[in-house]
């Protein structure tokens, strides 16, 4: 092995033989390489990876199910309260003009000279039953005349008002809560006169005593007597 033989040159033999050696190591490193290669595959391969188990499977199932698409029905509170809504209709009428009594009052029958009278219209239900009736000040004119019947106040000479709105009275003598069987509407004065189409400058009445009249609904407002003090 160390000496060659033949008709070559020594240093040819020993180049073929160094080829070979060459050839084999590099045949030895790849198998090497690819070897461990095929290791490093294996070992990435995520383990418990293959056929499934059907029995291992959980038969929960997460996250929020879609919304149904058949419709929803009522709760029976919701049924109850809609019912009992439309099955009580409103039975209120009209008042008539002989089931209502309508006077005129002031708060107190004297006032002193720093204090200005409170005009009232009383309205109340005579009748057994109960029924609504118009109210405001665009339903009722106050009136106030001196002693000698002269008029020296009307709430329609000054700004006079349209507003109204439906209240209901129950009947006669019955109460519930805040709703009776009167209504009542007031207006302050101030002692000032006035005439129609409001002209300034009009002085105040004289002590004495005053009637107050009126209307209501074009009803006549019973006169009832007060007095102003110096």
């Not at 160094?18 to 990435?44: K, N, Q």
């Not at 419709?71 to 509170?77: E, V, Y």
Request: charged share 15%; with cysteine.
């Amino acid at each position: 092995m160390l000496h060659p033989v033949g008709p070559e040159r020594r240093t040819t033999y020993w180049r073929r033989r160094l080829v070979v050696v060459l050839v084999l190591i590099a045949l030895v490193v790849a198998i090497t390489v690819l070897v461990r290669s095929l290791g490093s595959d294996a070992d990435a391969q995520p383990k418990g990876q293959g056929v499934i188990d059907p029995a291992a499977v959980s038969p929960t199932v997460t996250g929020t199910p879609p919304p149904s698409s058949a419709p929803a029905t009522p709760s029976p509170s919701t049924s109850t309260q809609t019912g009992a809504a439309t099955a009580t209709p409103s039975t209120s009428v009209a008042c008539s003009p002989a089931q209502l009594s309508v006077t005129a009052a002031t708060d107190v029958p004297v006032y002193g000279p720093n204090a200005n009278p409170q005009l009232k219209v009383i309205v109340q239900n005579t009748a057994g039953a109960g029924c609504e009736t118009r109210v405001g000040a665009g339903t009722r004119t106050f009136v106030v005349r001196d002693a000698s019947g002269a008029q020296v106040y009307s709430s329609a000479d000054c700004a006079p008002s349209t507003a109204a709105t439906t209240v209901g009275l129950l009947a006669k003598d019955q109460e519930q809560g805040d709703d009776s069987d009167t209504t009542v509407m007031t207006q302050k004065w101030s002692r000032e006169r006035s005439a129609p189409g409001c002209p300034t400058g009009l002085p105040a009445v004289e002590e004495g005593v005053y009637t107050l009249t009126g209307t209501w609904n074009d009803v006549p407002l019973t006169p009832v007597s007060f007095s102003l003090t110096g």
